[in-house]
């Protein structure tokens, strides 16, 4: 195993540079797939290695994770043994669980206590909130609710407030509608809710988390836009909202303009210009396509790294064994 079973802790480093450039330069919607790609993957070879170390670190103590078939004293000393490492991935791999489950907990309740909500609600995908709170967000569905006989709160709902559709002219209501209708079509609570998962199982992958939060909403503008055909008008839409949004429930939840200073200027800034093209891959030879390729070496290595960390045990511990 060796310092195999340790490379997918830190290789998601290599994902790194394409976090950013990929906003600048990709296609939103390939940049999305593309970075919650690299990041699950990523993520779960980390998570595995850090079991592969709970199991390693803790071989020779009591109450180790290795099956009752492997208790012989043989067996035990023939894995690798390093308890500090053990006894660290312990915490590790206990923090991890706590967080997942903490995250998609919440994205759960979230999702269910807003349908809940609505339920009363006409039947529709927009759903309109009598509300002095400006607000829009995508609400993606759910499964049946109790009561509800098994149909209520199965399908997405753009979730929107009165407030928030005073603030919009005509034009930028439909701006919004097809931007959150973007949203619920491109399933973009998926990738936002892997990536934060992502992010909870190895810190590293923090910034990708980020630059996910970003493209999806890039996406969505772009295609609020593309159906429109008004690009400025959508741009205008996205910085009226930005002004007085109150943002969406969970962060695993797309809306419409996020409080946040720091990416409405540059969505603005990009509606304002040509579309982006939809090049699935970029070439090799720019500063983007030398990060996708890193990134991408990065995962495989991590991918293999683990993969050759768990065979490796598993050889280990059935050469060990006694018949």
């Not at 994902?15 to 939103?28: D, K, S, T, Y």
């Not at 979230?110 to 809940?116: E, G, K, Q």
């Not at 995508?138 to 407030?163: K, Q």
């Not at 495989?300 to 490796?312: D, F, I, K, Q, W």
């Amino acid at each position: 195993m060796g310092v195999f079973v340790f490379l997918p802790l830190v290789l998601p480093l290599t994902a790194l540079p394409i976090a950013r450039l990929a906003e600048q330069h990709l296609h939103p919607r390939i940049a999305t797939r593309l970075l919650s790609a690299l990041a699950c993957v990523l993520a779960v070879c980390s998570t595995l290695c850090l079991g592969l170390l709970v199991v390693v670190g803790t071989a020779q103590l009591p109450g180790n994770p290795l099956p009752d078939g492997w208790s012989d004293p043989e067996v035990r000393e023939a894995v690798p043994y390093d308890e500090v490492a053990g006894k660290a991935a312990i915490v590790a791999l206990s923090a991890v669980a706590l967080g997942c489950a903490t995250a998609a907990g919440r994205h759960r309740r979230v999702r269910r206590r807003a349908h809940h909500v609505l339920a009363g609600l006409p039947d529709g995908e927009l759903a309109v909130l009598t509300d002095t709170a400006p607000y829009a967000y995508a609400l993606p569905g759910s499964g049946p609710l109790p009561g509800s006989g098994g149909g209520a709160g199965a399908r997405g709902r753009i979730v929107v407030s009165t407030a928030m559709l005073a603030c919009l002219g005509a034009q930028e209501r439909k701006a919004l509608i097809a931007h959150e209708h973007a949203h619920l079509s491109g399933q973009h609570h998926r990738f936002l809710l892997a990536v934060r998962l992502a992010a909870r199982a190895n810190p590293l992958l923090r910034p990708l988390r980020s630059a996910v939060a970003y493209t999806t909403e890039r996406w969505a503008d772009e295609e609020a836009a593309r159906v429109t055909g008004e690009r400025t008008v959508v741009a205008r839409a996205i910085g009226k909202a930005a002004l007085v949004s109150r943002g969406t429930p969970t962060p695993t939840l797309a809306g419409f303009a996020a409080p946040a200073p720091g990416p409405v200027p540059r969505r603005v800034a990009a509606l304002l210009e040509p579309a982006p093209s939809a090049v699935s891959w970029p070439p090799v030879f720019t500063a983007v396509g030398l990060a996708a390729w890193t990134a991408a070496a990065g995962t495989l290595g991590s991918a293999l790294s683990s993969a050759n960390a768990t065979v490796t045990l598993l050889l280990v511990l059935k050469a060990a064994t006694p018949l």
